[in-house]
């Protein structure tokens, strides 16, 4: 009797896995079989071989998706230290300010951004009110990464701070009594302990930065095409899904290489604090 | 320290609302300037209130998001409950992998699979284009489907099982001992996620992108077509009233949290 209630519990889950069957599998066969096809469905390699002239796109993606990163992680560490260190009424209204701004449409706000960055822009005009002239800041590198900063910051403090508020306290306090100055408790005990919530946000910024497409469009004018700008171009304009195809099957397989690599090193950290 | 820990704070936040404080500034410019602040008027909120086609959109968003979290909570919570069941092994495992694939994957290389999946079918069946409100909706769905199931997997593992089988022994029907004794008590899971999948449908462009056709349009792609020329101020304005009423929802939601922990607070002493 109860074994077979517990497979008729079992049985509900199969409208799930009937869908996940279609509709999370079959869209990823589909991706290999568009990306070793041609237009008329037979087999080539031609898309994986045109892959290398896109060879610069990229590096430049991943690079970018570097630096946003570490930057990421270097503004949102300290932030969800100072977070951490408040009342809980304080850390409730601190983390609804961090979240609130990704409650609005992130295309609006990064088009924003373009009035603030502009050459004759909220910035530029204030600069020039005190005679320094003005500063071309859109349609760079630097304004590309600022977007995906701005854009993807919260899912770097988030992730850190919840790891940090549920931080045992006496650990800390142990360090400071055994004579851990400020920085030594921070370093050796802070740091190492909220690991998890590090990595966390390294992937929860890394993935969509490099695969963005909106932010360099728009903040970088075109000039610095990022691999999400040449498959959307590929889907939506030049209707080559073939070739775009075996883009995304690349960036797919990329990511998981890149965060694969990244567990592993963060698996000898945690070996080395241990 | 403290005050250097002020001002990091300050800078920071400064920097996350900047935009929307630009944007809420210019949404009552006179002109259509956005740059140089003009004077004030409420022009804009005027003409966005009457562009039926931005109206259209916002509808087309809310009764996407509405069914999308709604069918995801349902079949997601089922799925959870299946889920829990399972033994260890190869069967968990590799649905517990599949549910991770729309969460790990980038976004883009979900939309774009969909949109291949969709292709497909369309000349499976021969159509124009089969993208619409049905393909946004299971685009939808899939996506929010793993959010759901982690929120509610763990709320089943912290439920006793002999609760169940109790209500069982005293005279319920299996059925029944679910509805009455499982649901309630995984229900905070269950609206956990129902949230999330309403604010990521509402919220969502990347893969809508890709799975929407020219005949059901949301919002945010609206707005993406919209920020391919300049965008008028009345945009703005739109995005000011969204961002107001969910501010207020906010704090009105902390206020009745703040409320319900005092009762419990009270009645404890």
Redesign the interface.
Known sequence: MNSR??L??????????V???L??????I??VY?SFTNSSGNFTLDNISALSKYTPTFLRSIWFGIVATLICLV?AF??AY?ISQKTEKVQ???V???M??????????????M??L?D???IN?LLGKIGIGPIHMINTSGSVILGMV?NF??YMIMPIYSVMAKLDHSMVEAAQDLGGNRLTVIRRCIIPMSMPGVVSGITMVF??S??T??ISQ?LGGGSFDLI?DV??RQ??QSYN?NL??SL?LV??VL??LC?AVMNRFTGDEEGMVI | MKSI?KI??FL??L??????L??LL?SFNTTSS???FSGFSLQWYKSILEDKATLRALYNTLILAVSSSAVSTV??T??????D??KKGIARSS?MA??N??M???????G??????F??IGKLVNAESVLGFGTLL??H??FN?PYV?LSVLPKLRQTDANLAEAAQDLGCR?ASAFFKVVIPSIMPGIITGMIMAF?LSL?D??IS??SSGPGFQT??IA??SM?KKR?KPD??AL?AI??VS??IL?ILY?IAQQKSEEKVKTKKE
């Open positions: 209630s517990s008729r519990t079992r049985l509900v889950s199969s409208p799930y896995v869908w996940s069957i509709f999370i599998v079959a869209p990823l589909f991706v568009y503004i300290p932030l100072i409730r209204t601190m609804m300010l961090v609130l701004p990704m409650w609005m449409s992130f295309l609006i706000r990064t088009y924003s951004w009035a603030i502009q004759t822009g909220i005009s701005y910051l919260p993935v969509p490099v695969s497409f909106y728009k999400g498959i959307e889907f939506q899904y775009g195809a995304s960036l797919m990511i998981l965060m | 820990s990091y704070t920071v936040f920097f996350l609302y900047a935009p929307i630009v944007l210019f956005t740059s140089v079949l997601g089922a799925a959870a409950v299946g889920i069941k399972y649905v599949v549910t694939i729309p790990m994957n980038p976004e883009i290389v979900t774009v699979s969909m949109m291949l999946l292709v497909f299971i685009a769905v899939t489907l199931i299996p604010t919220d462009f990347i992108y890709f919002l945010p707005i993406f920020t965008v945009m703005y995005s969204i961002f969910i501010l906010l902390n």
